[in-house]
């Protein structure tokens, strides 16, 4: 592996994005067509112990052994190939040990502190409701955001019966057990006939959607008290609980998984959610500023011990130039904004904004991750202030009219946050467009990140939307290729040029952060020239006709 640049392009998957398994990623990366195509791996964090969000709600971070084989992530290393992997900062899965500890031993728990008691942290700042819960005064959130209805809040029962309200700013589920004939003789004095009864009226609503105070128990009035509090008493969740990061538990918590991030040979570890973490009456529950600047140096001590890289990752408009906050700070960023102007140029065959960005990110010497597609979807939010809202509604309608989805944010009518589609898919699954637009990242200022379905020029995947029901739109990009089905996309010329163009990035010298870059636009002609050491790498790109030529 010889001339590898260091900021060579980084493969983007889940581990079982590719054939199944780590085994067959493996497989696939020992194949001649991939010799010197990659430096890194981003494995997304379904790698790890995890129950829902596609990986995001992390019970613990041991290797899931479903996605992989003990030695798989070391062979990486063998194939010339780093590791960057994700640390989810601002909350854990409800069937984490520390939230399970809370759940057994309430109170008497080490863990009591470990996550966010909502009456404790608004204590004073509002007033209890019927419910249980402080609905906190107007002053104390006009300036915050949640990012479903209602408060950000699951009640969780305690081993004294107690309901407790804990911050949930992610996806929570509350299930029920369906109580059968025994289980109701053994909580209360009633007959089979009748248990047998109310338990088929239980089961029914329930399934319906109902909460055990929302039955019907017409006909079984006496019994309605016991069988509800039969029923939440053995509740069972599925969520992501906030973290507390006033508790000292939870740094210990963030030392350790650095730790073991690192000693699976994580370089760079994604910092996901990390602006959600800081929260204080009264301020903003998103960028709470200085206080996300001070947890994240809080981090990166951390880090430092462990020879870790962080990137963190946070979504904001242009306008508002928090890229460059994280950047003067000494952090990487995601650069959120190539995917859309990318997409904008070629389509309107105009490159005047995206040789501004690209001038920007090398001038104000700001080192990013970029990309096209990713597990997300295609970056909207982040353009406004550098497209006007009419260009960036065309682009809206250009995609959707391919196949498409709008993300608003938070279900916010009219405030799109992204759209979710495959890349190949929002160019019109024209293979030059994407050759065009794979050529062009691969001469941008930073790391290419390549989301493995754009490599084999992936379509969007309507069934797999379908499957998913409600919210499952960004599965529409998330497709698990068969290795047979690797094997065929090996065959053809857009998938062929586009590991081309990946082997000529990972090793030509002339590329890196310190590398010289200079940038010229004339009339539809882009033209990017890479020099370090003697060595050169240029690209001239033809916007009126998406021809590119490599010198």
């Known amino acids: 592996m010889s001339n590898i640049t260091n900021n060579g392009p980084m493969l983007n998957a889940y581990p079982d994005s590719m054939g199944g398994t780590m085994s067959d990623i493996l497989a696939v990366l020992s194949k001649e067509e991939f010799k010197d195509v990659f430096r890194s791996f981003y494995i997304l964090p379904s790698i790890f112990n995890t129950d829902l969000d596609r990986g995001f709600s992390v019970i613990d971070y041991s290797i899931n052994e479903q996605m992989a084989a003990p030695g798989d992530i070391d062979k990486l290393a063998d194939l010339g190939i780093d590791l960057k992997l994700d640390f989810i900062l601002n909350h854990a899965s409800v069937l984490s040990p520390q939230f399970?500890?809370?759940?057994?031993?309430?109170?008497?728990?080490?863990?009591?502190?470990?996550?966010?008691?909502?009456?404790?942290?608004?204590?004073?700042?509002?007033?209890?409701?019927?419910?249980?819960?402080?609905q906190p005064r107007e002053e104390y959130i006009k300036d915050m955001f949640f990012r479903k209805p209602g408060l950000p809040i699951l009640m969780v029962r305690m081993p004294d019966g107690k309901d407790v309200p804990y911050w949930n700013t992610f996806y929570q589920e509350v299930q029920y057990k369906r109580p059968d004939v025994q289980d109701l003789m053994d909580r209360m004095n009633i007959q089979y006939l009748t248990a047998q009864k109310l338990s088929e009226r239980i089961k029914s609503e329930l399934?319906?959607?109902?909460?055990?105070?929302?039955?019907?128990?017409?006909?079984?009035?006496?019994?309605?008290?016991?069988?509800?509090?039969?029923?939440?008493?053995?509740?069972?969740?599925?969520?992501?609980?906030?973290?507390?990061?006033?508790?000292?538990?939870?740094?210990?918590?963030?030392?350790?998984?650095?730790k073991s991030l690192s000693g699976y040979g994580a370089r760079i570890v994604r910092l996901d959610a990390f602006a959600y973490a800081p929260k204080e009456p009264g301020k903003k529950n998103f960028l709470n500023e200085p206080d996300t600047w001070d947890v994240l140096e809080r981090v990166k001590k951390l880090a430092d011990e462990f020879g870790v890289s962080l990137l963190p990752e946070i979504h904001a408009s242009y306008g508002e130039k928090i890229y460059e906050t994280v950047a003067d700070k000494g952090y990487m960023t995601y650069d959120f904004f190539l995917p859309g102007l990318l997409i904008y140029a070629i389509e309107s065959k105009d490159g005047k904004l995206l040789y501004d960005w690209a001038k920007e990110v090398y001038d104000k010497k700001i080192r990013v991750v970029n990309m096209l597609g990713c597990h997300d979807g295609i970056p909207l939010l982040d353009l406004k202030g550098l497209l006007p809202e009419e260009d960036i509604q065309k682009m809206i309608d250009i995609i959707v009219g391919r196949g498409g989805y709008v993300k608003d944010l938070h279900g916010a009518k009219n405030m799109y946050y992204q759209v979710n589609a495959t890349y190949y898919s929002a160019l019109g699954e024209d293979d030059k467009k994407m050759l065009f637009a794979r050529a062009i990242q691969m001469f941008m200022p930073g790391k290419p990140q390549i989301w493995y379905l754009d490599l084999f020029a992936g379509k969007n995947d309507h069934e797999a939307v379908k499957r998913a029901g409600a919210g499952g739109h960004k599965e529409i990009n998330r497709t698990n290729l068969t290795l047979p089905q690797i094997e065929e996309a090996l065959g053809k010329e857009v998938v062929k040029e586009q590991l081309k163009l990946l082997r000529y990035r990972n090793t030509n010298p002339a590329f890196g952060f310190d590398s010289n870059f200079t940038v010229s636009l004339e009339g539809t002609v882009m033209t990017f020239l890479w020099e370090k050491d003697g060595h050169k790498a240029q690209l001239k790109a033809d916007f009126s006709d998406y021809s590119y030529k490599l010198d």
């Open 207 to 258: 399934d319906e959607g109902k909460k055990p105070s929302e039955i019907d128990f017409t006909g079984f009035e006496k019994y309605r008290d016991a069988a509800v509090d039969l029923l939440e008493s053995g509740r069972r969740y599925l969520g992501q609980m906030d973290l507390n990061i006033k508790s000292e538990l939870v740094w210990e918590h963030y030392r350790n998984t650095l």
């Open 100 to 134: 399970q500890d809370l759940l057994k031993n309430g109170e008497n728990s080490k863990y009591k502190d470990f996550f966010i008691n909502w009456n404790k942290f608004w204590e004073g700042c509002g007033e209890m409701t019927p419910e249980g819960y402080i």
